[in-house]
């Protein structure tokens, strides 16, 4: 049983930042990719950034590129946010997966609000 804990969220003024983790627990590692998707007050939902342990592939969206870092440590997935602008304001999940299992596991979600 995968289990995803994120923490991190909060509020923040526009230009600041952030650093949201999250820790997997049950997640096999070699195969494993842990990634970000964000839903915002408008429920539109964005794969913000991934990380692919299979071929150390690494993705963004062009809303994060430039902006955003993922990184991970083991079973642990970061995802730094600076200059972050009001439009990234959403509910952030982290979700993770392996090439093996068909399922998608998805964290509680942390709220990031950006003020103007």
């Known amino acids: 049983q995968v289990e995803l804990v994120e923490s991190g969220g909060g509020l923040v003024q526009a230009g600041g930042s952030l650093r949201l983790s999250c820790t997997a627990s049950?997640?096999?590692?070699?195969?494993?990719?842990m990634g970000w998707f964000r839903q915002t007050p408008g429920g539109q939902r964005e794969s913000v950034a991934a990380?692919?342990?299979?071929?150390?592939r690494i993705y963004y969206s062009n809303s994060a590129k430039g902006r955003f870092t993922i990184s991970r440590d083991k079973n642990t997935a970061y995802l730094q946010m600076n200059s972050l602008k009001v439009e990234d304001t959403a509910v952030y999940y982290c979700?993770?997966?392996?090439?093996?299992?068909?399922?998608?596991?998805w964290g509680q979600g942390t709220q990031v609000t950006v003020s103007s």
């Open positions: 979700v993770a997966g392996t090439t093996t299992d068909p399922n998608e596991y």
């Open positions: 990380i692919f342990e299979t071929d150390g």
């Open positions: 049950g997640l096999p590692f070699a195969d494993s990719r």
